[in-house]
């Protein structure tokens, strides 16, 4: 079964910073774009951060300079450091992977930037 995990979200002040991990079934990993969205309370579910196998990355405008994602190929996992966290960064953050046939998504976890 192809399974996606979530881990480190939490509450940090504004300013602060959180590093998510998501670990991914060593079938797919090898072959999936990774990428991490984000789900805010009354807001569509929004691209934060992709990276393909061969490690190229893109993030959306409103996290560049503060967000780094990153792949681990010899643990199956894709992380997401997020520094100089804002309120508006709160949501519900997904991981995600996508190859030719299949599309996973992962259970989800809360980051919640508030003082």
Do not use: H
Not at 53 to 61: E, K, L, N, Q
């Amino acid at each position: 079964q192809v399974q996606l995990v979530e881990s480190g979200g939490g509450l940090v002040q504004p300013g602060g910073s959180l590093r998510l991990s998501c670990a991914a079934s060593r079938s797919i990993f090898s072959t999936a774009a990774m990428a991490w969205y984000r789900q805010a309370p009354g807001k569509q579910r929004e691209l934060v951060a992709t990276i393909t196998t061969g490690g190229r990355t893109d993030y959306v405008d409103s996290v560049k300079g503060r967000f780094t994602i990153s792949r681990d190929n010899a643990k199956n996992s894709v992380n997401l450091q997020m520094n100089s966290l804002k309120p508006e960064d709160t949501a519900v953050y997904y991981c995600n992977a996508k190859t030719n046939i299949l599309v996973v998504w992962g259970q989800g976890t809360q980051v919640t930037v508030s003082s």
